[in-house]
């Protein structure tokens, strides 16, 4: 599996760490001090990690000046909400080195820094006060050397809420806990360089271990976000429901545009194909839960057989009902009344305020919003 970053627009930058330090989402290439080696074998993703040596000064930089408008904390911006992920794997335990940062002590230019301590412990910085000030976030459990860990941080300028989400990929489940708090004050953006590997413009704070696929977004990431990145599979922050998640069933909306619906492979499908408004094709007395006895529905694919799914308020353009066990025997869905009878039975469905507002003509009549 790969994550998909590409059509996520708030996806700022991305570093896949793939024998150099280019960014492959933006314009922020960083420059590689003292010659980083590059690990095919020993990484979490894609062909590289980086391998960064203490003793070596090896870490990579970009002035402030050269970051992309709207990257998080670059100065002359506003305050933006942000959030970092990134694989990391400490080969040794050292006080206060950097791992992902845009903070140097000293004023007008603390921003916000991700580090470690000597005893494996995480801390998330988020400078204030025009960068005087600082407050630090500190996860509760120790992060081992010698193992990976998938970290996620998030700054939310809404109320200055921090987060830190770390995964143990050795134990295969969440570290701890998520750790939460409050900055003191809004996050500074400042003149300070973005580092990977060091922080504070100091080689005393140079991190020593690997480092992989880093990844900064202009948002605060959910929960969920998170560990669709850890796990490969995030595709640019549409979440689709799958016929695994409880009640769903649902593995793609059913688009009026596109007559685009669920196939049969699908748990509680029952609409094979849709072809276009003009040509619907019902669920067949094969399919799970159907009750269509093979004859088109309208203008309108019904994805039927979903225990606790309904029309969950899509816009009036996006129908994705269910009929538990089948209820359409009709070939034709044909006025306001008959469409509100449908769904009547279906308890605490989301088809409240939207049915109201839906005309389903006759077939091949296509839909309508009432005014």
């Given at each position: ?281 019902a669920k067949t007395s094969s399919d799970v839960g159907s009750g269509a006895e093979g004859a088109p529905i309208a203008s309108a694919a019904l994805a039927g057989g979903e225990s606790g799914s309904g029309l969950e308020a899509l816009i009036a353009r996006l129908l994705t009902g ?50």
């Amino acid at each position: 599996m790969a994550n998909n970053f590409s059509s996520d627009p708030n996806c700022i930058a991305l570093w896949k760490l793939e024998n150099n330090a280019d960014d492959s989402k933006g314009g922020n290439d960083l420059a590689e001090v003292n010659s980083p080696a590059y690990d095919d074998t020993d990484k979490k993703e894609g062909t590289h990690c980086i391998d960064l040596e203490r003793d070596n000064s090896q870490y990579c930089t970009i002035a402030d000046g050269d970051l992309d408008s709207g990257f998080p904390g670059k100065s002359g911006t506003g305050e933006p909400s942000f959030s970092i992920c990134f694989w990391v794997k400490r080969e040794t335990l050292i006080p206060n080195v950097g791992m992902v940062s845009k903070y140097v002590q000293g004023s007008g230019y603390r921003t916000f820094v991700v580090r470690g301590g000597s005893s494996g412990e995480l801390d998330f910085l988020i400078g204030w006060n025009g960068g005087v000030s600082y407050t630090a976030l500190l996860f509760d459990s120790y992060l081992e050397s010698g193992k990976w860990y998938h970290v996620g941080v998030a700054y939310d300028a809404s109320d200055n809420g921090m987060k830190i989400r770390v995964w143990d990929d050795n134990a295969g489940a969440l570290l701890d806990d998520n750790k939460e708090g409050t900055a003191g004050g809004d996050m500074y953006p400042s003149a300070a360089q973005f580092e990977i590997g060091r922080y504070g413009a100091s080689d005393s704070y140079i991190f020593d271990g690997k480092l992989d696929e880093v990844v900064i977004f202009n948002k605060v990431l959910t929960d969920a976000e998170i560990d669709a990145i850890r796990a490969g599979t995030y595709s640019g922050g549409a979440t689709e429901k799958s016929s695994a998640d409880t009640g769903s069933g649902t593995d793609a909306v059913v688009l009026l545009e596109t007559g685009a619906a669920k196939t049969a492979s699908d748990s509680g499908a029952g609409v094979d194909a849709v072809e276009s408004l003009q040509t619907p094709q019902a669920k067949t007395s094969s399919d799970v839960g159907s009750g269509a006895e093979g004859a088109p529905i309208a203008s309108a694919a019904l994805a039927g057989g979903e225990s606790g799914s309904g029309l969950e308020a899509l816009i009036a353009r996006l129908l994705t009902g269910g009929e538990s066990g089948g209820a359409v025997e009709d070939s034709e869905v044909v006025d306001e009344g008959t469409l509100k009878d449908l769904f009547a039975g279906e308890a605490a469905e989301g088809a409240d305020s939207l049915v109201a507002r839906i005309e389903m003509p006759v077939k091949g009549g296509g839909m309508k919003l009432w005014t």
